[in-house]
Structure formats: structure tokens, C-alpha cells
């Protein structure tokens, strides 16, 4: 892929600036454009990367982030600064997300035993055995996840008033509805090193978001979490596209 397709953004710590250094190395050849935002202080060895500095809302940083971008319309990668890629890489992510033609996507949670997972939130999300992609109707915010050039306009801007970005998989779902491709790519795969949560009100949000789920009728996540179709490794081309079935 030609350099200006793609770009890298998150939001960073300085005690987790390895992980960061590690993912941004991994598109540094390909010509990704990165760009970083620190939460506390900028450290040195990002300083090409880092754009700005100061506390503030997950998904309110990521738009500031997005708008320094200068409309760079490529794939576009954001990404939590303590997730650590245990199978293949984000290139490899967003080649396989251009070949299934998703508008929204995630790697798969590590099937590895990582000594670092902690407790997967969504089920769903964990790698499955003999899957490339499957098409989903769910795509959790954290800790990795791709945004299409095709209908980015769907996603983008992030809604600023979720936040941290809890629930926004339920915006998600109505993408989904809408007629946008969302998808897990089992092919790759990576591991949540940190505690979520971990750095504010973990319980109040959960509790907000398991009120809205009950407002819009569903039981629990599980009502909007289906696998629909499944890309195996010994097909060329997944079952969605055209073609894919007998390919």
C-alpha cells in the first residue's frame, strides 16, 4: 500500500511508551502517517509523533487527533497505548480489512494465554480457530481498532459526548444496520497489557452503558454481538464479496 493510505493515532502515557514505540516502528516502513497525543508527559523518543500534550476525553483527543491528520484519507488505525500485536502486525490488519472490504474493524483478542490479557470483556472478540475474518455485527472500542476510507463519514467524527468511548459499540450497531461492514480479523491477533479501567470510574460507566442497552430493549451485549459470515484460510476470498463462496 502506498504510504499516505494508511495512518496510526492514539493517546499515550509515558510509562507505556514502549508498547507505542513498538507500533509505530511496525508502519514506520510502509510511510504510515502516525501522530500521538500524551496524557501527561510528551516522551522524547516520540517526539516526531507526539502533535500535543495535556488531559482530556478519550474520544475528544482522537478527533483533535483525526483534524491533524490534515484530511488524510486513508485506513485509519487508533490504537490504545498498552496493546501488543501477538500475531501479525497493523499492516497485515489493514491488508486483510481491504481485502474483506470492512468499514469498521479489530484484530482478535490473543488465543495465546498471554500473560498479559486480562479478562476479555466481549467474547465475541477472542480469535477463533480456522477463521481469517468474520463478518460481525460488533466492534469493541479498545485496544485496537480500523476505520475504512470508504465510509469513514460514518464513524468519524467520534461522538464526544461518550467520553471515554464506553457504548459506542451501540452507535456501531447501528452502522451495521445502516449498511456498513463491520468485522474481527482472526488472522491477527493482540493482547491488552493493561488493567481497563484502570485510570477512571470503571464502574459508573458500565453501569451507564448496561442502562442504555436496557433502554433500547436488549437483554445484555449479547443481543447485539452475532458472528454472520466467516472468511476460512482456505478460501481466497471471503463468502461477502462476490465470488468469495467457491474462491
Keep these: 500500500m502506498p504510504g499516505r493510505e494508511a495512518s496510526l493515532i492514539g493517546i499515550y502515557r509515558r510509562r507505556n511508551a514502549p508498547a507505542v514505540r513498538a507500533l509505530v516502528e511496525a508502519v514506520r516502513a510502509e510511510g504510515w502517517v502516525t501522530a500521538w497525543w500524551a496524557l501527561d508527559e510528551p ?10 500534550a495535556g ?28 496493546v501488543v500485536f501477538t500475531r501479525g502486525g497493523p499492516v497485515e490488519l489493514v491488508e486483510l480489512c481491504e481485502r474483506g ?7 482478535a483478542r490473543s488465543d495465546d494465554n498471554s500473560r498479559f490479557e486480562f479478562n476479555v470483556a466481549h467474547p465475541i472478540t477472542r480469535a477463533r480457530r480456522l477463521s481469517t475474518v468474520r463478518l460481525t455485527t460488533f466492534v469493541e ?9 470508504t465510509r469513514r463519514d460514518r464513524f468519524l467524527p467520534f461522538p464526544e459526548q461518550r467520553g471515554m468511548g464506553w457504548g459506542v459499540e451501540l452507535d456501531w450497531y447501528e452502522r451495521w444496520r445502516g449498511g456498513c461492514r463491520l468485522g474481527i480479523v482472526d488472522a491477527v491477533q493482540v493482547a491488552h497489557t493493561g488493567e481497563p479501567g484502570a485510570d477512571y470510574d470503571f464502574a459508573s460507566e458500565a453501569d451507564r452503558v448496561h442502562r442504555e442497552l436496557a433502554e433500547r430493549g436488549f437483554d445484555g451485549w449479547k443481543d447485539v454481538q452475532r458472528t454472520l459470515a466467516c472468511w476460512r484460510p482456505w478460501r481466497r476470498r471471503p463468502p461477502w464479496i462476490p465470488g468469495g463462496a467457491a474462491g
Excluded: C, H, I, Y
Design 101 to 107: 472490504q470492512l468499514d469498521l474493524a479489530q484484530p
Design 141 to 149: 472500542v479498545g485496544p485496537l481498532f480500523v476505520v475504512g476510507p
Design 43 to 52: 516522551e522524547p523518543s516520540l517526539a516526531e509523533q507526539t502533535v500535543g
Design 55 to 82: 488531559a482530556g476525553p478519550k474520544l475528544m483527543l482522537l478527533n483533535e487527533l483525526v483534524r491533524r491528520l490534515d484530511g488524510d484519507p486513508g485506513w485509519l488505525v487508533v490504537a490504545d497505548d498498552d
